[in-house]
């Protein structure tokens, strides 16, 4: 199971971990992960200058947004699952 920690800090949520969490929760039902990933929010990950931040197992990802979650989904999330 792979755990992936959304920051929902005051920080992060300004910086829009709302719709990152909703945009998770999408790609993780379009390529039926819900059995392999465990997804919950966290609260401040120590990288607030640098947010949306997000912890996959014990690595933290720092600035994702809207626009590049494609991306990090891609290299952080299904390239590590295959
Ligand atoms: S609020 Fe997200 S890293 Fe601090």
Redesign the pocket.
């Known amino acids: 199971m792979m755990n992936v920690n959304i920051?929902v800090?005051?920080?992060?949520h300004i910086k829009g971990s709302h719709d990152i969490i909703q945009l998770a929760k999408e790609a993780i039902t379009k390529y039926n992960l819900e059995d392999k990933i465990n997804l919950s929010a966290a609260f401040?990950?120590?990288?607030?200058t640098d947010?949306?931040?997000i912890k996959v197992n014990d690595e933290i990802i720092c600035g994702v947004s809207k626009e590049n979650f494609p991306d990090f989904f891609q290299s952080n999330i299904l390239s590590k699952l295959q």
């Open positions: 920051c800090g005051s920080s992060c401040c990950l120590g990288k607030c947010g949306v931040s």
